[in-house]
C-alpha cells in the first residue's frame, strides 16, 4: 500500500460491506487530495450493478 501515500485517490464503499474496514485504512494512507464516500446500506456488490445504489453523488 505504499503507492497509497504519493497519489490523490477517490475512495467508495457500501456501508455493510465486508471490505470496507479496507477501504478506511486506504483512505487514511492515501495522500491528499483524498475522499472518503460510504455508500448508505450498501454492500460490497451492490455497487456493481443495483441501481439503488449507482450513480450516487460524492460530496467534499
Do not use: W
Request: net charge positive; hydrophobic share 35%.
Amino acid at each position: 500500500m505504499s503507492i497509497l501515500v504519493t497519489k490523490s485517490h477517490s475512495v467508495i464503499a457500501g456501508e455493510n460491506a465486508n471490505s470496507r474496514y479496507f477501504s478506511e485504512v486506504a483512505y487514511k494512507l492515501a495522500a491528499k487530495p483524498k475522499e472518503l464516500y460510504i455508500v448508505p446500506n450498501a454492500r460490497h456488490v451492490d455497487l456493481y450493478d443495483k441501481k439503488q445504489y449507482i450513480p450516487f453523488k460524492c460530496q467534499s
